[in-house]
């Protein structure tokens, strides 16, 4: 049961006017996992979310979920999505109670149900006190929170958050993160954001999507591994001349950054850092610091989406 | 489902001062020309000795009140189905109704049953001040029930052209002048062909189907104009809201 696929997009396209803003994205997403959907603005991120969940009819290609098919039967396609719009869609005249009992009955929980349900998706998204609230006087994290405790009340397969935690404040993004991780357990959860850390820290598998092409398709590891290039930083006080540390076995290339200290690049998979150590401290070079030089995820990411991205595509 | 929508459209109408301040003053406007009518009943019988100018009282109330209901509704109606669609589009609310297992149809009802249902609570007060003459005097009631289902057939379609109205645009104020403009025109349509009175235009208006209700008469003839109107602007709206997920 545990790699149910319970999204399959396939040659999933978009056009307006003749313009393709989405064009043949493919994937797949097992049960329990949480896809992060990664991309400029103006990707495709949005649209492609809009067609997953049956608010707009893709050009051409389809969408199943868990099997079913979105356009053929879209009522039962609909009943296992959980769905969060950019602007979350809230009746603001409604208190939390009222809007998320609303949520529940349009999302066919059985009437014997529904106290039940609304109870459980206040307390995972933190609105108990909330509840005889008019959602119009909640701050802005407070009703991106009504907005998620919508799309999780009827305990739906597959929940789809398009950038949940925009405009929320620093705990509330905590939060908020957590309870992401927390969904991904026995949901299967999309999760749109041009927030790179948090694809960090949340998700399983990622999706970087450019002018409507995916240009990186694979698992988490796999872009910790881009960020991790075979550079070292390398900080000298009486530093040599870049030839010395040419000569230490496995360097390729040094490089006198501005702030003074050296950028070394090595062969990969065979870090210099111990006897790059011990030639420091033989020579008295003055060691003061040395680590690994990571990219940013940022500039991993720019690659991608800057490259041709064929190179990349897996 | 489709009353899990209309619930909420009821409710919405209530929690906002709109819908008791509309009540109320079309309440004020009813109950002023029930008054006027029973108090110029007496005048007038009183000098009309021959029985052929007599008028039951029925009648004459009636026609008053059901006269200035129709016209008032003409006003009415857009103010409360402006917002039905056009304030969801105006908020981005459509994706949680577009995102939940609902088809359009059922989307398109629900909103039309919700209206419906707050105008039909307006027609059973006006039935029911009628039918307070039978206090003192008795009263035709065939002629009450008659007007009222005229008077509701004809919100009824105010409200499904309201609706369709609504769902072209984001601004509620555009779609109430746009619902009251189509609603007056349809209205009078006659006026415009009442040189030619076999013109087919004639069949189009409104008032003139309402008319055989107004003297008590229920004719198919006028039932199926109101359910084939009613039926159309449905079926346009749905096919506008459809237009949504297929263009974007």
């Known amino acids: ?314 | 489902m489709i009353f899990a929508i209309a619930r909420k459209e009821l409710k919405s109408v209530f929690v906002s001062p709109m819908g008791w301040v509309v009540m109320a003053l079309l309440q004020f406007v009813f109950g002023t020309f029930f008054l006027i009518g029973v108090d110029q009943y007496f005048q007038q019988m009183s000098g009309a000795m021959r029985p052929e100018q007599r008028l039951g009282v029925t009648e004459f109330v009636g026609h008053n009140v059901y006269g200035i209901a129709s016209f008032v509704m003409l006003f009415a109606v857009p103010l409360l189905s402006m917002r039905l669609i056009s304030e969801e589009r105006k908020h981005q609310t459509l994706p949680f109704l577009f995102s939940a297992p609902l088809s359009l149809i059922e989307i398109v009802l629900g909103k039309f049953v919700g209206l419906v249902t707050f105008l039909t609570i307006l027609v059973l007060i006006v039935g029911a001040m009628m039918s307070s003459l039978d206090l003192w005097a008795e009263i035709d009631f065939g002629y009450i029930i008659a007007n009222s289902i005229g008077l509701w057939m004809m919100v009824a379609s105010f409200s499904a052209l309201g609706l369709f109205m609504s769902s072209l645009t984001q601004q509620p104020v555009v779609a109430a002048i746009l619902t009251f403009v189509a609603l007056f025109a349809l209205l009078i349509l006659d006026y415009f062909f009442a040189s030619d009175p076999n013109s087919v235009m004639n069949y189009l208006s409104l008032l003139r189907h309402f008319e055989p209700f107004s003297r008590g008469l229920l004719d198919t003839r006028d039932f199926a104009y109101f359910l084939l109107f009613i039926a159309t602007f449905l079926t346009l709206t749905v096919r506008r809201l459809d237009a949504d997920r297929l263009r974007g």
Not at chain 1, 13 to 25: D, F, I, L, M, P
Not at chain 1, 225 to 235: I, K, N
Request: charged share 20%; glycine share 8%.
């Open chain 1, 1 to 314: 049961m545990d790699d149910l696929i319970t999204v399959e997009a396939s040659a999933l396209t978009r056009a307006y006017g003749g313009r393709a803003v989405v064009n043949e994205v493919n994937f797949n997403l097992n049960k329990g996992e949480v896809l992060g959907f990664l991309g400029p603005n103006g990707a495709g991120k949005s649209t492609t979310m809009k067609m997953l969940t049956g608010n707009l009819a893709p050009t051409s290609g389809t969408v199943k979920i868990c099997g079913i098919d979105m356009i053929e039967n879209p009522k039962e396609a609909k009943a296992l999505i959980g769905y969060l719009p950019e602007q979350p869609p809230l009746y603001k005249e409604l208190t939390v109670d009222e809007f998320l009992a609303l949520a529940a009955r349009l999302h066919r929980v059985s009437s014997g149900h529904i106290r039940k349900a609304v109870q459980h998706a206040k307390e995972r998204c933190g609105l108990t006190e909330m509840s005889k609230r008019l959602i119009d006087h909640l701050s802005k994290g407070y009703q991106q929170r009504v907005g998620i405790a919508q799309a999780i009340i009827h305990n739906p397969m597959v929940v789809i958050l398009d950038e949940p935690t925009i405009g929320l404040d620093p705990i509330q993004i905590r939060d908020i993160r957590a309870l992401i991780k927390e969904l991904g357990g026995e949901h299967s959860v999309i999760l749109s954001t041009h927030i790179l850390p948090e694809v960090e820290m949340v998700c399983d598998h990622v999706q970087i999507i450019h002018k409507g092409e995916l240009v990186f398709n694979g698992p988490i590891d796999v872009l910790r591994q881009l960020r991790q290039g075979s550079r070292l930083l390398l900080g000298l006080r009486n530093a040599p001349a870049p030839e010395e540390l040419l000569k230490v076995a496995g360097v390729e290339n040094v490089e006198l950054l501005p702030n003074g200290l050296m950028r070394v690049r090595h062969t990969e998979g065979d870090s210099p850092a111990e006897r790059l150590a011990q030639a420091a401290a033989a020579n008295q070079w003055g060691l003061y610091q040395i680590n690994p030089d990571q990219t940013s995820l940022e500039e991993v990411f720019v690659q991608l989406t800057y490259q041709e991205p064929a190179a990349l595509a897996a």
